[in-house]
């Protein structure tokens, strides 16, 4: 009866804890097994440290029953895969099962009934199940005191191994906390965040799409847009692991998923690590050479070997039967196909040899591969930026709410997915405009930046198209929106991006193909040797162990750092001169570029106006007309009024303040200088004022695509200034050099076509596209790849993300917006154009680093493969010793380590990089001692 | 109930629910002997079945191996059901829930969907704990405890098997939403 009562109240004890760790809470355990959250295995952990260690205190004072457990290899390993996989379905065990159906969980009383259903069927069967199971595998009693020696030893090995447990799991799982607490943003009230970038995202509205193409702008300013025609959904989402909608409105998200990659290879390496050092303690050759396996081999051994590895198979080795069931699904075998049959092979003809087959395993060798592919994997991972995110970028662009104006004329906030067509939305200054719509009312500058890529704010009045996403500048304005949802401009672009980035070949990376034929060198080479064996009349069980040895020796330890390490040295050394590396494979595939093409503006010019010429039409000097035309447009924030105050400024004149200055609305400006009534005008104005004039230098600028401004005093035309978009000084070297490594350079650019044509000239460009609306961009990049080429596309603009996405390689320049950079595949940190020439310098050197890495890792193998195989067997009984096969693998590992560090020298070689202060420098002097020898050569011509 | 922050449900610590848990196993290896809680279910039908079938449960080895209902085991489940219960009406809020919200957010609300699902997996855990001779408590936990090599064994695998089921079942999902 005390029985039945200390069992009672043992019970409720027990009962009553595990409710409150939440061990009965399914939804909490499922948690724990995602490792999401800790707490459970390690209370487990730690309740089992401190039971062992009460345990041994009441034995050591004469108190406490215990029971002998005896193990069954196959019997309680197979039992505990079915438990796990009950566990993991419901996150319920047989303890937690009764205290959850206390505490009222139905689906408890449902496990429990299907528990007792289980327990009546093993007890109908128990006669013959248990024979059956339990006899050849049982290994005995076997407790660590027999290992030990020891009680006492063994019960702190056990509270020691199992406290770092706790602490081990908790360090795991912890990482694993964090990269989801980062998913989920800092910000606690995230919340309005994901819904409003769901709102966004989702915002369904008018199907209406138009087509039309306008100009905006005064004094011949150019800015021309398309809206892209057509609609389809929007996307949220571009990659299957990525997340879902509700992350939209997050930072980051793309780097949140990367790191989240990142940090599971960290966590599978560190534990598959772990789990190795005992099958590595208990593997024969090992115990050999360091002559301990008096001491570590006990009966039952290679059971414990096959546990561990097992669990290093599955857990460490899951990416890589993951990635070989995708790779061969896809029909394109790589790295992950070669890793996958090299550690199934081994395992799969290890595991029999344990259970039966004559033979010898090859778990160490299985679980040291796997730790070395993760570790390789993690480190490449880490130091490449990962995926694009780009869709994601551009939705953030858009705000969330609008302040739509009711009949009565007040202001409302309403999410942006609630505007329909046709309602008019109040935008202040510096505001994001919500939506695409038309002004109604109000004029202001627009900074369109983030859409173009155009750094000028574009003056808009009413009547004028704006762009959802473009900022307000100084003055409030009321939109009517025309298009909300899918039709808008930058649901347009995020529609175009991805079909970019559907279509886009996947090119193999050097390591993929590397492992593609080492892969038909396995399979090809383990069946001849089985086949070979086979015929000369060996028996089977020979044959395979010769087949699997040359398997899985075919799939060197070293290749799985061969890659990673250079790839590692290469990106930081990338970094380093301002090339940041987003796309491996894209990288690589620069070396053998064959064109690029340049966005003109902003990347081979400057995006600012400067003064090209000074024409004459009356007496006056040139530095007369500058001194005037500089005077007047002093007062003036114009771009083209900055570019002619510089050049005055540069020549030195001294313009004197202009009285009574005045703006002529989108055609000039007016003043008194000196007493003289100054204007400085468009082409417009003389037409509008029938002032005619007739001059060869003005129809050459302009057919030129050059802006011309005309300077008048009372009235009078004196002269001109012509204006273009300044080229930058490096762009004229990186063409050169690029040139002379054989890469056509072309250039893409929304104006005119004599505008082009004057800058392709000026650089010497093989080639160019003028008058490419936004969304013909990718267009562009598609016939030049048509032309067969690799191509290059350096843009900066959210225009410029369709067509960084389709090109080969997609190079943003950092001074870019957002989405241009989360598109590309390389970002320039400085807007250099010589940057891409170290691009294709670095590519080069790092594949010639690779090649020669895959060489040390897979080349001992041209020797490897025919011993191992066996060829030397029928003459002198010679087959390659295990122990020489492991020595020659670890030197190959270590010789590729060494060769990748050895990369840091070609730094020193590559011309294009160095810091931007190097670069100018060396440019002016260039361009300093070009000049003298132009004088030099004048002087010898006169 | 919805709860969208772990830490306003009220769970213990697990440093000291650790303790808590040792002490009370410790107990029950002075006052009685290796816990086990799947041996209660076998006595909860051991006891069912001498009621409906007395030949039939005279006639297998395995009931003629546990104790009936009036034991220490089936006490000690028993009690654990009244534990569950007192813990569970003594915080309100610690949710519970039928259907738990990461397994609606794969499968849907349908509770029979659940049910079912916790039947067969009950059902698993049952046979499988019943041919290793116990489950988490009885094998693991006690075994351990023991210092077993089975029980270690048996516990590196049940966890490694419930982590790759719990991936396969709800990885995806646990990746793109919010699993609090």
Same mark, same amino acid.
């Given at each position: 009866?005390?029985?039945?009562?200390?069992?009672?109240?043992?019970?409720?004890?027990?009962?009553?804890?595990?409710?409150?760790?939440?061990?009965?809470?399914?939804?909490?355990?499922?948690?724990?097994?995602?490792?999401?959250?800790?707490?459970?295995?390690?209370?487990?952990?730690?309740?089992?440290?401190?039971?062992?260690?009460?345990?041994?205190?009441?034995?050591?004072?004469?108190?406490?029953?215990?029971?002998?457990?005896?193990?069954?290899?196959?019997?309680?390993?197979?039992?505990?895969?079915?438990?796990?996989?009950?566990?993991?379905?419901?996150?319920?065990?047989?303890?937690?099962?009764?205290?959850?159906?206390?505490?009222?969980?139905?689906?408890?009383?449902?496990?429990?009934?299907?528990?007792?259903?289980?327990?009546?069927?093993?007890?109908?069967?128990?006669?013959?199940?248990?024979?059956?199971?339990?006899?050849?595998?049982?290994?005995?009693?076997?407790?660590?005191?027999?290992?030990?020696?020891?009680?006492?030893?063994?019960?702190?090995?056990?509270?020691?191994?199992?406290?770092?447990?706790?602490?081990?799991?908790?360090?795991?799982?912890?990482?694993?906390?964090?990269?989801?607490?980062?998913?989920?943003?800092?910000?606690?009230?995230?919340?309005?965040?994901?819904?409003?970038?769901?709102?966004?995202?989702?915002?369904?509205?008018?199907?209406?799409?138009?087509?039309?193409?306008?100009?905006?702008?005064?004094?011949?300013?150019?800015?021309?847009?398309?809206?892209?025609?057509?609609?389809?959904?929007?996307?949220?989402?571009?990659?299957?692991?990525?997340?879902?909608?509700?992350?939209?409105?997050?930072?980051?998200?793309?780097?949140?998923?990367?790191?989240?990659?990142?940090?599971?290879?960290?966590?599978?390496?560190?534990?598959?690590?772990?789990?190795?050092?005992?099958?590595?303690?208990?593997?024969?050759?090992?115990?050999?050479?360091?002559?301990?396996?008096?001491?570590?081999?006990?009966?039952?051994?290679?059971?414990?070997?096959?546990?561990?590895?097992?669990?290093?198979?599955?857990?460490?080795?899951?990416?890589?039967?993951?990635?070989?069931?995708?790779?061969?699904?896809?029909?394109?075998?790589?790295?992950?196909?070669?890793?996958?049959?090299?550690?199934?092979?081994?395992?799969?003809?290890?595991?029999?040899?344990?259970?039966?087959?004559?033979?010898?395993?090859?778990?160490?060798?299985?679980?040291?591969?796997?730790?070395?592919?993760?570790?390789?994997?993690?480190?490449?991972?880490?130091?490449?930026?990962?995926?694009?995110?780009?869709?994601?970028?551009?939705?953030?662009?858009?705000?969330?709410?609008?302040?739509?104006?009711?009949?009565?004329?007040?202001?409302?906030?309403?999410?942006?997915?609630?505007?329909?067509?046709?309602?008019?939305?109040?935008?202040?200054?510096?505001?994001?405009?919500?939506?695409?719509?038309?002004?109604?009312?109000?004029?202001?500058?627009?900074?369109?930046?983030?859409?173009?890529?155009?750094?000028?704010?574009?003056?808009?009045?009413?009547?004028?198209?704006?762009?959802?996403?473009?900022?307000?500048?100084?003055?409030?304005?009321?939109?009517?929106?025309?298009?909300?949802?899918?039709?808008?401009?930058?649901?347009?672009?995020?529609?175009?991006?991805?079909?970019?980035?559907?279509?886009?070949?996947?090119?193999?990376?050097?390591?993929?193909?590397?492992?593609?034929?080492?892969?038909?060198?396995?399979?090809?080479?383990?069946?001849?040797?089985?086949?070979?064996?086979?015929?000369?009349?060996?028996?089977?069980?020979?044959?395979?162990?010769?087949?699997?040895?040359?398997?899985?020796?075919?799939?060197?330890?070293?290749?799985?750092?061969?890659?990673?390490?250079?790839?590692?040295?290469?990106?930081?050394?990338?970094?380093?001169?301002?090339?940041?590396?987003?796309?491996?494979?894209?990288?690589?595939?620069?070396?053998?570029?064959?064109?690029?093409?340049?966005?003109?503006?902003?990347?081979?010019?400057?995006?600012?106006?400067?003064?090209?010429?000074?024409?004459?039409?009356?007496?006056?000097?040139?530095?007369?007309?500058?001194?005037?035309?500089?005077?007047?447009?002093?007062?003036?924030?114009?771009?083209?009024?900055?570019?002619?105050?510089?050049?005055?400024?540069?020549?030195?004149?001294?313009?004197?303040?202009?009285?009574?200055?005045?703006?002529?609305?989108?055609?000039?400006?007016?003043?008194?200088?000196?007493?003289?009534?100054?204007?400085?005008?468009?082409?417009?104005?003389?037409?509008?004022?029938?002032?005619?004039?007739?001059?060869?230098?003005?129809?050459?600028?302009?057919?030129?695509?050059?802006?011309?401004?005309?300077?008048?005093?009372?009235?009078?035309?004196?002269?001109?200034?012509?204006?273009?978009?300044?080229?930058?000084?490096?762009?004229?070297?990186?063409?050169?050099?690029?040139?002379?490594?054989?890469?056509?350079?072309?250039?893409?650019?929304?104006?005119?076509?004599?505008?082009?044509?004057?800058?392709?000239?000026?650089?010497?460009?093989?080639?160019?596209?003028?008058?490419?609306?936004?969304?013909?961009?990718?267009?562009?990049?598609?016939?030049?790849?048509?032309?067969?080429?690799?191509?290059?596309?350096?843009?900066?603009?959210?225009?410029?993300?369709?067509?960084?996405?389709?090109?080969?390689?997609?190079?943003?320049?950092?001074?870019?917006?957002?989405?241009?950079?989360?598109?590309?595949?390389?970002?320039?940190?400085?807007?250099?154009?010589?940057?891409?020439?170290?691009?294709?310098?670095?590519?080069?050197?790092?594949?010639?680093?690779?090649?020669?890495?895959?060489?040390?890792?897979?080349?001992?193998?041209?020797?490897?493969?025919?011993?191992?195989?066996?060829?030397?067997?029928?003459?002198?009984?010679?087959?390659?010793?295990?122990?020489?096969?492991?020595?020659?693998?670890?030197?190959?590992?270590?010789?590729?380590?060494?060769?990748?560090?050895?990369?840091?020298?070609?730094?020193?070689?590559?011309?294009?990089?160095?810091?931007?202060?190097?670069?100018?420098?060396?440019?002016?002097?260039?361009?300093?001692?070009?000049?003298?020898?132009?004088?030099?050569?004048?002087?010898?011509?006169? | 109930?919805?709860?969208?922050?772990?830490?306003?449900?009220?769970?213990?610590?697990?440093?000291?629910?650790?303790?808590?848990?040792?002490?009370?196993?410790?107990?029950?290896?002075?006052?009685?002997?290796?816990?086990?809680?799947?041996?209660?279910?076998?006595?909860?039908?051991? !006891? $069912? +079945?001498?009621?409906? @079938?007395?030949?039939? &449960?005279?006639?297998?080895?395995?009931?003629?191996? =546990?104790? /009936?209902?009036?034991?220490?085991?089936?006490?000690?489940?028993?009690?654990?059901?009244?534990?569950?219960?007192?813990?569970?009406?003594?915080?309100?809020?610690?949710?519970?829930?039928?259907?738990?919200?990461?397994?609606?957010?794969?499968?849907?609300?349908?509770?029979?969907?659940?049910?079912?699902?916790?039947?067969?997996? !009950? $059902? +698993?855990?049952?046979? @499988?704990?019943?041919? &290793?001779?116990?489950?988490?408590?009885?094998?693991? =936990?006690? /075994?351990?405890?023991?210092?077993?090599?089975?029980?270690?064994?048996?516990?590196?695998?049940?966890?490694?098997?419930?982590?790759?089921?719990?991936?396969?079942?709800?990885?995806?999902?646990?990746?793109?939403?919010?699993?609090?």
């Amino acid at each position: 009866m005390t029985q039945i009562w200390l069992g009672l109240f043992s019970g409720i004890a027990f009962g009553f804890v595990i409710q409150r760790i939440g061990a009965t809470d399914a939804h909490r355990m499922a948690r724990s097994h995602l490792m999401l959250d800790a707490d459970i295995p390690r209370f487990m952990v730690l309740a089992v440290a401190l039971s062992a260690v009460g345990l041994f205190g009441l034995q050591a004072v004469g108190v406490g029953r215990t029971m002998p457990l005896p193990t069954s290899i196959v019997a309680t390993g197979l039992a505990a895969v079915i438990f796990g996989i009950g566990w993991g379905l419901t996150g319920y065990c047989p303890g937690t099962t009764w205290a959850a159906v206390g505490e009222g969980r139905m689906d408890a009383v449902f496990a429990l009934i299907g528990g007792l259903a289980g327990a009546a069927l093993f007890a109908h069967f128990h006669e013959t199940l248990i024979p059956i199971l339990y006899d050849p595998t049982n290994v005995g009693q076997i407790t660590l005191t027999d290992l030990f020696g020891n009680y006492a030893v063994a019960a702190a090995v056990l509270a020691v191994g199992f406290g770092v447990c706790a602490w081990g799991i908790g360090k795991l799982w912890a990482s694993n906390e964090r990269v989801v607490a980062f998913e989920r943003g800092p910000d606690p009230g995230g919340a309005s965040g994901n819904s409003s970038g769901k709102k966004t995202a989702k915002a369904g509205g008018s199907s209406k799409s138009s087509k039309k193409s306008k100009k905006s702008g005064s004094k011949g300013q150019k800015a021309s847009r398309e809206d892209p025609s057509g609609h389809g959904d929007q996307g949220g989402d571009q990659g299957d692991d990525h997340g879902g909608g509700h992350e939209d409105g997050h930072d980051g998200d793309h780097q949140d998923h990367h790191a989240h990659m990142v940090a599971d290879f960290r966590r599978r390496f560190w534990v598959s690590l772990v789990l190795t050092v005992p099958i590595l303690v208990l593997a024969p050759l090992i115990q050999k050479t360091l002559g301990i396996q008096k001491m570590m081999a006990f009966p039952g051994d290679s059971y414990v070997q096959f546990a561990f590895a097992t669990a290093v198979f599955f857990y460490g080795g899951w990416p890589f039967l993951k990635g070989l069931f995708d790779e061969l699904k896809k029909g394109e075998p790589g790295m992950m196909t070669l890793i996958g049959v090299a550690v199934i092979t081994a395992y799969v003809y290890s595991s029999a040899v344990v259970f039966g087959l004559p033979g010898k395993v090859f778990f160490w060798e299985l679980a040291t591969l796997i730790v070395i592919m993760l570790l390789g994997h993690w480190i490449e991972m880490r130091s490449v930026m990962g995926a694009s995110g780009a869709l994601k970028e551009l939705v953030k662009l858009l705000p969330s709410e609008a302040h739509r104006l009711t009949e009565s004329g007040d202001a409302e906030d309403v999410p942006v997915s609630e505007l329909t067509e046709g309602d008019k939305v109040l935008v202040k200054p510096g505001e994001k405009i919500p939506v695409d719509g038309e002004i109604a009312e109000g004029h202001t500058s627009v900074d369109e930046s983030m859409v173009t890529g155009e750094s000028t704010p574009v003056e808009k009045s009413e009547g004028e198209e704006v762009i959802g996403g473009s900022v307000n500048g100084e003055s409030t304005i009321t939109v009517t929106v025309q298009k909300t949802g899918d039709d808008t401009y930058l649901s347009q672009v995020v529609k175009m991006v991805e079909e970019a980035q559907a279509s886009k070949s996947k090119a193999q990376n050097l390591a993929d193909r590397a492992a593609f034929w080492l892969t038909i060198i396995a399979i090809s080479a383990g069946a001849i040797t089985l086949a070979a064996w086979l015929f000369v009349g060996r028996e089977f069980v020979f044959s395979l162990e010769r087949m699997v040895t040359v398997m899985v020796i075919t799939c060197p330890h070293a290749l799985g750092l061969a890659v990673p390490l250079v790839v590692a040295v290469s990106t930081s050394l990338a970094a380093g001169q301002g090339l940041l590396i987003r796309n491996r494979t894209a990288f690589e595939q620069a070396r053998s570029l064959e064109a690029i093409v340049f966005d003109k503006t902003g990347t081979l010019t400057e995006g600012r106006f400067g003064v090209d010429s000074v024409i004459r039409l009356g007496d006056e000097t040139e530095d007369e007309i500058l001194k005037l035309a500089a005077s007047l447009e002093s007062h003036s924030e114009h771009p083209i009024a900055r570019g002619i105050v510089e050049k005055a400024n540069e020549k030195e004149i001294d313009y004197p303040d202009p009285k009574d200055f005045q703006a002529i609305s989108g055609k000039g400006a007016q003043a008194s200088v000196d007493g003289k009534s100054v204007k400085a005008v468009s082409p417009g104005y003389l037409k509008e004022n029938d002032i005619s004039v007739e001059d060869d230098d003005i129809r050459k600028a302009r057919d030129e695509g050059k802006t011309v401004v005309y300077v008048l005093v009372d009235e009078n035309p004196i002269g001109a200034v012509a204006l273009s978009d300044v080229v930058r000084k490096e762009s004229r070297d990186a063409v050169s050099r690029l040139k002379k490594m054989g890469v056509q350079v072309m250039m893409l650019t929304g104006d005119a076509e004599a505008v082009a044509k004057s800058v392709a000239d000026e650089l010497g460009l093989d080639d160019y596209f003028a008058e490419v609306l936004p969304d013909e961009k990718a267009d562009a990049i598609k016939e030049v790849k048509g032309r067969g080429l690799i191509v290059a596309m350096v843009g900066d603009g959210i225009n410029d993300a369709p067509a960084l996405a389709e090109a080969d390689i997609g190079v943003a320049i950092g001074a870019g917006t957002d989405v241009a950079i989360e598109t590309a595949d390389i970002v320039l940190v400085r807007s250099d154009p010589r940057d891409v020439l170290a691009i294709v310098e670095l590519s080069r050197a790092t594949y010639r680093k690779m090649v020669q890495n895959l060489w040390w890792a897979a080349g001992y193998n041209i020797v490897a493969i025919p011993l191992a195989a066996g060829v030397l067997y029928p003459v002198w009984h010679y087959l390659l010793p295990p122990a020489v096969g492991a020595v020659v693998m670890s030197l190959s590992t270590v010789i590729v380590a060494v060769n990748a560090k050895l990369l840091g020298r070609v730094e020193d070689d590559l011309s294009g990089g160095g810091s931007s202060e190097d670069n100018d420098a060396n440019s002016e002097e260039a361009t300093a001692s070009s000049d003298k020898e132009q004088e030099n050569q004048a002087k010898e011509a006169a | 109930m919805e709860y969208k922050d772990k830490a306003t449900i009220p769970y213990w610590k697990w440093i000291p629910a650790s303790f808590a848990l040792a002490g009370i196993i410790v107990f029950i290896f002075a006052t009685y002997g290796p816990p086990a809680s799947s041996s209660g279910f076998v006595s909860t039908l051991k !006891g $069912f +079945l001498e009621w409906v @079938a007395p030949e039939y &449960a005279a006639s297998k080895a395995h009931y003629k191996a =546990i104790p /009936g209902p009036g034991s220490w085991l089936f006490a000690f489940v028993l009690g654990m059901a009244i534990g569950g219960f007192i813990a569970g009406r003594t915080s309100s809020r610690i949710p519970v829930r039928d259907v738990p919200p990461i397994w609606r957010k794969r499968f849907g609300k349908s509770r029979v969907k659940r049910y079912a699902a916790t039947f067969f997996g !009950g $059902f +698993l855990i049952l046979f @499988a704990s019943r041919l &290793a001779g116990g489950c988490t408590l009885g094998l693991f =936990i006690s /075994g351990s405890t023991q210092l077993a090599i089975s029980g270690l064994y048996f516990g590196v695998v049940i966890f490694a098997a419930a982590m790759l089921t719990a991936r396969l079942i709800f990885g995806k999902i646990a990746e793109k939403e919010e699993i609090q």
